[in-house]
């Protein structure tokens, strides 16, 4: 007889890198069209391709590799583009701050390489498998984060490399790819909800589109979302039960 105890760690154990790996191909369609365009984008701020590759592998985050593609085509002082960068990439550490509880097992070294590769769809595929009940481990989560970083460094390159071909990413509909896949990911979560949970989180949703449209009437757009995205977390955090 399998006891619940049991359960949990022969389901957990089956979260394998490998699987990790094939949970992410669907997400693989956004990283690549987001990723290749902006490749693109980057060639035309006159970035070179080894500039391109660096600024994909160490800054690997979509939003704000155009928003520094754009300072640098306005001639920004540096300094402003550190700080525009910095806190478009806050979100991150509300993502990572989510995921830890369910880390906690493992070292601190283990934590700092999931926490620093987690990126928006991880995070969506993460808190997937968290609605449906599954343990997450840190083998099936670096399959999603590594495969990841490796198309979206990948489609970077490819992009800068066609830039001269194709000047505008949104004639083939590629700025609209990662809406789309947000969109897909937010439906399979939804699925996952009993009514109770999905009215809860439905409410959460209105919440948060309101505080951002109050919000956007006093400060830039990225402040409005992370100001919306805390004061609406928080509210989830009390209200769950």
């Not at 985050?61 to 525009?84: D, E, K, R, V, W």
Request: hydrophobic fraction near 55%; aromatic fraction near 10%; include cysteine.
């Amino acid at each position: 007889m399998i006891t619940n105890n049991q359960f949990v760690r022969t389901n957990e154990n089956a979260l394998t890198f490998k699987q990790g790996v094939k949970d992410c191909i669907p997400t693989w369609l956004g990283y690549i069209s987001v990723g290749f365009a902006a490749g693109i984008v980057g060639v035309s701020s006159k970035l070179s391709i080894v500039e391109i590759t660096l600024l994909s592998a160490l800054v690997y985050a979509g939003a704000s590799q155009f928003i520094i593609c754009a300072l640098l085509a306005a001639h920004s002082p540096a300094m402003a583009i550190i700080l525009t960068t910095f806190i478009v990439n806050l979100r991150n550490f509300l993502l990572s701050a989510t995921l830890a509880p369910h880390f906690t097992k493992y070292s601190l070294m283990k934590n700092l390489g999931i926490g620093i590769f987690v990126t928006d769809e991880s995070f969506g595929l993460a808190m997937n498998k968290i609605a449906k009940g599954e343990k997450l481990n840190d083998h099936w989560m670096n399959g999603i984060n590594v495969s990841s970083y490796i198309i979206w460094v990948l489609s970077c390159v490819i992009g800068a490399i066609c830039g001269n071909w194709i000047p505008d990413p949104k004639v083939f509909g590629l700025d609209f790819a990662v809406t789309a896949m947000f969109a897909a990911l937010l439906v399979l979560q939804l699925q996952t909800l009993e009514s109770s949970k999905l009215k809860h989180d439905l409410f959460l949703m209105a919440y948060m589109v309101i505080a951002m449209i109050i919000f956007s009437f006093f400060v830039p757009s990225h402040l409005a979302v992370i100001l919306s995205t805390l004061i609406v977390a928080t509210i989830g955090v009390v209200t769950d039960q």
